[in-house]
């Protein structure tokens, strides 16, 4: 279905029609849009999709903002996606860390993650003022964005402002590495090498 729609060159009318329709008719249009950036990014991209995205990441509607973190997360693990997630949305991103709803902040956590793969997008979020927000997402053991903010942490670790910030929360890394999932176990794990990394 995705490549159907991507062969019938609809993304830019589905676009486009995020910015008219009904909330109820968004949250379709989001999901279809995330299935279909799994596959291909380029026609959103140029169809000055985060634009629009980065405004749904402030709606009123928690279901809105958490489809559109999702969908930038789609768009972010595609390598020209990932440059403009880094330069427009970081901030945006980076203040719903603290959304009162656990699926938004999951969402942004990961688009975060995808982001911070590139060094700008980790300057971007060290300047934004990530780690405080990212710290209280792994110290809560329910987080549902805890793993994302494990990784995100690792990466910011990798810049010396980010490892200095750090070096004084290693007891918060600690605490995963009794964690029942062997993921955030192993995360923690590698972020504790990351942060006590000496140059």
């Not at 989001?30 to 999709?49: G, I, M, P, Q, Y």
């Not at 634009?51 to 390598?79: C, D, M, N």
């Not at 880094?86 to 956590?109: N, R, Y």
Request: hydrophobic residues 45%.
């Amino acid at each position: 279905g995705a490549v159907g729609i991507l062969h019938a060159g609809l993304i830019p009318s589905l676009v486009f029609r995020l910015k008219t329709e009904l909330d109820g008719i968004q949250e379709l249009i989001l999901d279809t849009l995330s299935n279909c950036l799994r596959v291909e990014a380029s026609e959103a991209l140029a169809t000055d999709a985060v634009t629009v995205l980065k405004e749904k990441l402030t709606h009123s509607s928690v279901a809105i903002r958490s489809k559109a973190a999702w969908v930038l997360l789609e768009i972010g693990t595609h390598p020209e996606g990932k440059s403009v997630v880094c330069e427009e949305v970081i901030p945006v991103l980076v203040s719903l860390l603290e959304d009162t709803d656990p699926e938004v902040q999951a969402g942004a956590t990961a688009a975060l993650m995808f982001a911070t793969v590139r060094p700008q997008g980790r300057f971007s979020a060290l300047g934004a003022e990530a780690i405080p927000p990212l710290l209280k997402l792994v110290a809560e053991e329910t987080s549902k964005a805890r793993l994302s903010a494990i990784k995100t942490l690792t990466m910011l670790a990798e810049l010396p402002e980010g490892r200095r910030t750090l070096l004084d929360h290693t007891d918060t890394f600690q605490q995963c590495l009794n964690d029942p999932c062997e993921a955030v176990k192993r995360a923690a794990e590698i972020a504790i090498s990351v942060i006590k990394w000496k140059p």
